[in-house]
């Protein structure tokens, strides 16, 4: 769609016409759970934290010490000191099915590392390691424990699980048309995200599908490819949440600039409920 077909969508009046066929309400963002944010802080700084261990144990200025850590730069000493617990870190943050193994593998080294560490070796340089990467290496071993459910895998394996990273959605009951290779049918949207919408029942959808979804928003007839991702309920409505799959980089623009004008219909319609009262 060309650039200018959209001008008109930033318009209040043509916003005020929507409120007619929709109902705009915004789904906050969940945030990720506290336990994986502060353990993938605690792996982040834990190159640090051996620096400053380094720099109590030897009074040593930190420029002194930053050149004995260079005279280290094989590629495992390299990774031993600086990368493996921020590598991990990344992997918790990261919450895909691939990080899952990815995780547990760097755990397993980073627990091998300490078990099998030999004193006034690399990377501690001391006769133990030191005491805050058995508090994260024990921190990770719970984290594992706990991966032992499958509920708790599932943010791994179930992209409708990563709560904090589901787009912003807005409830938008919109007639729609769904088509596939040789049907036809109509349905309802019950909300619309960036990545996506969530639509009605029907006899007609099966998990896998690849379907063509088409809707009117705003005089504007938009259609999209989308794949059947899952059947689940929304509120009191079951349905199936469709993905979209761009095929243009157009498309994706598209979205992006429906979403930001019921973004701004919610803010309105807000601000004048405030007024009103």
């Known amino acids: ?46 190159p640090v934290i051996k620096v400053l261990y380094f720099k109590a144990m030897t009074k040593f200025d930190f420029l002194i010490i930053f050149a004995n850590l260079q005279a280290r730069n094989t ?21 895909r099915k691939w990080t899952y193994f990815a995780f547990m593998s760097v755990l397993a080294y980073i627990n091998w590392n300490i078990f099998t560490y030999e004193k006034y070796t690399w990377p501690y340089n001391s006769d133990t390691p030191f005491m805050y990467n058995y508090v994260v290496a024990l921190a990770c071993l719970v984290i594992f424990a706990y991966f032992l459910s499958p509920s708790a895998r599932e943010p791994f394996f179930e992209k409708r699980a990563r709560l904090w990273e589901v787009k912003s959605r807005y409830n938008v009951q919109m007639n729609c048309k769904l088509q596939s290779s040789n049907l036809t049918f109509p349905s309802t949207i019950v909300n619309i995200s960036q990545s996506g919408v969530f639509v009605e029942d029907s006899k007609y959808i099966n998990l896998g ?64 409920l405030k007024i009103a009262a």
């Not at 495992?76 to 919450?95: Q, S, Y």
């Not at 059947?231 to 979403?259: E, W």
């Open 1 to 46: 769609m060309a650039q200018n077909e959209f001008t008109y969508f930033t318009h209040l009046e043509t916003v005020e016409k929507f409120f007619g066929s929709a109902t705009i309400g915004g789904m906050k963002i969940k945030n990720k759970p506290l336990l994986f944010t502060v353990l993938s802080i605690m792996c982040f700084i834990e």
């Open 75 to 95: 590629f495992m000493e390299v990774v031993d000191f600086w990368l493996i617990f921020p590598i991990a870190g990344l992997l918790i943050m990261k919450l």
């Open 209 to 272: 599908d690849t379907l063509q979804i088409e809707f009117n928003f705003l005089g504007q007839m938009i259609s999209l490819p989308v794949q059947v991702m899952n059947k689940h309920k929304s509120g009191n409505t079951t349905g199936y949440g469709l993905q979209f799959k761009f095929s243009t980089y157009r498309q994706s623009v598209m979205m992006a600039k429906i979403i930001k004008v019921l973004k701004k219909s919610q803010s309105e319609f807000k601000e004048g």
